[in-house]
Every structure is written in C-alpha cells, then in structure tokens.
C-alpha cells in the first residue's frame, strides 16, 4: 500500500536518509551546526554537522553529483533538510533578538525586519519538509569553491541568481549550478543563488520537527 504523505506525522524519519550514503562525494559544510551563520550561534536542533535529506530528493542529488563531477566539480552543502524548530528559532531571532554582530557578515545593507519581507527568512520553510539543499560548487581543479560573485547566506541583492552585479565568470558558475540542478529535477529561487527544492517533493504539506541527527534515523 503507498505511503499517505498527507498523514504522515512531522516526527517520522522512515523516508529521510543520510545523504552522505547515497552520494558519498559530497562535501559538507553544515553552517546552522556551527556559530558561522547569520544569527552567530548553533541553531536549536542541530545536533550533528550532517545532511539529511528525503530519500527522492537524495536520489536526484546523486545524478546531480554525476554531472557536475564530469565537469571537474563536486557539490558542496550547506544545509538540507532543516527542522521545523530551528525556523522558529530563526524567527524569534528576528522578531525579538537585538543582537547585530553577524550584521557586517550576512545582511550589511538590510535591517532584520527586511529579512523577512525580501524573502530571506519565512516562517515556514521549504527545507522543513526534506527536499530543499542550500549548496555550491567545489572546483577540483583548485580545491576551492567555485567564485559565485557572493557567499552563502549573504543577504542581499547580489545573492539573486541574475544578479548583473557580478562578473560574468561568476554568474556563468551560478548557472553552471543551476542548470546541473534543474536537470535532475530541482527549481532554483530568486533570491538565494544556492537554494533548490526538488520539483516532485514527496511532502508538499509537511513540515517536520525531528532534530539534524543520523542516529534518529531508521535503517
């Protein structure tokens, strides 16, 4: 019998994986895991510096690495799957929290309540339901990643993907990334460069609580 997603309970991990299982070149990166984020602390409910994701959209990341590993890259992630809890905790930062030292870092140009209103933090957030990753490329020529023209998580105008404020090497790389990750089922936004959320979603309806841990999930 197929699985209902519709009922499926927010706590339930049987569909999500380990991605470093099914694409074992990756390169992780997980920044809510660490103090170097827009907010400057680790973020409630990430307990360990993995990435999890659906077992669909693992699938579609691994031909995505296929790709980009032909063209002398591999795929480095930032985030992915990314608990209900800690958007709330991003959200109370926001709202409440007067704390700016991340500010010259992550939003320079913008005041927090913009963060909002532009589109860069919502209250419910694609990651939350396991398909969305926040990624980039890893040039194995040099080691490096690949020049983007912004950092990960830089709010601002500059991180839209069409951005013209950049150079065109930096832009010809964003969409390097971009056409990899469409190609395999994934749809960009437009405003974060590094953002993708895989088109077939398993869970369009569910945002899910568990925490950023492997040992939580069922094998």
Not at 29 to 39: D, K, L, M, P
Not at 64 to 72: E, F, H, P
Not at 170 to 198: S, V
Request: aromatic fraction near 14%; charge should be negative.
């Amino acid at each position: 019998m197929p699985i209902d997603y519709r009922k499926q309970a927010a706590e339930d991990t049987s569909d999500f994986v380990l991605l470093s299982d099914y694409v074992p070149d990756i390169v992780q990166e997980i920044r809510y895991y660490s103090t170097y984020n827009f907010v400057g602390d680790r973020i409630d409910y990430y307990e360990e510096p993995c990435a999890i994701l659906t077992l669909e959209a693992a699938r579609a990341l691994k031909a995505v690495s296929n790709r980009v590993i032909a063209q002398g890259y591999r795929l480095k992630v930032f985030d992915a799957y990314r608990p209900a809890g800690a958007v709330r905790r991003f959200v109370l930062w926001g709202v409440e929290d007067l704390d700016l030292r991340m500010k010259p870092f992550f939003y320079p140009d913008l005041e927090k309540e913009e963060l909002f209103s532009k589109g860069y933090i919502a209250g419910r957030s694609g990651h939350s339901r396991g398909s969305t990753v926040d990624l980039t490329l890893l040039d194995m020529s040099t080691g490096k990643e690949a020049d983007m023209g912004s950092p990960f998580d830089l709010f601002s105008e500059i991180s839209h993907p069409d951005s013209r404020d950049v150079t065109p090497e930096q832009y010809d790389n964003r969409m390097l990334l971009q056409k990899a990750m469409t190609g395999c089922g994934f749809r960009p936004i437009d405003c974060e460069w590094w953002h993708f959320t895989l088109e077939d979603e398993p869970f369009p309806e569910t945002y899910f609580e568990f925490p950023v841990s492997s040992r939580i999930l069922k094998r």
